[in-house]
């Protein structure tokens, strides 16, 4: 199994992007996918989840209104609509599928309850 982010990259505050991810080896159609970031000298969290029906969920309230997570179950990807970024929107940000939590509707938000990773992708925002 195998997630590849793109999409990332240095962008001034208030700009946008748009990242994405294509999960290949395994189908996650019936299953939650998330994006995650990790800031330097932070720990990883949470940014979007969204359940296999499309039921997004933003653990993160810094984010809220700003950040569009949704999924297209054909192609087997995800995608991360960042707007209105600000400089400590700047991390790696990773892309995570869940082999568990089958059709379940509320997507989870743990790191545990994601078992697929990608390799993360760099966005950095300047001031």
């Known amino acids: 199994v195998q997630l590849t982010e793109s999409g990332g990259g240095l962008v001034q505050t208030g700009g946008s992007l748009k990242l994405s991810c294509l999960a290949s080896?395994?189908?996650?159609?019936?299953?939650?996918m998330a994006w995650f970031r990790q800031a330097p000298g932070k720990e990883r969290e949470a940014v979007a989840t969204?359940?296999?029906?499309?039921?997004?969920?933003y653990p993160e309230d810094s984010v809220k209104g700003r950040f569009t997570i949704t999924r297209n179950t054909n192609q087997n990807t995800v995608y991360l609509q960042m707007t209105d970024l600000k400089p400590e929107d700047t991390a790696v940000y990773y892309c995570?599928?869940?082999?568990?939590?089958?059709?379940?509707?509320?997507?989870?938000?743990?790191?545990?309850?994601?078992?697929?990773w990608g390799q993360g992708t760099q966005v950095t925002v300047s001031s």
């Open positions: 995570a599928a869940s082999g568990l939590f089958y059709r379940v509707e509320r997507p989870p938000v743990r790191e545990d309850d994601f078992h697929y």
């Open positions: 080896g395994r189908n996650f159609k019936d299953h939650p």
């Open positions: 969204i359940s296999w029906s499309g039921f997004d969920y």
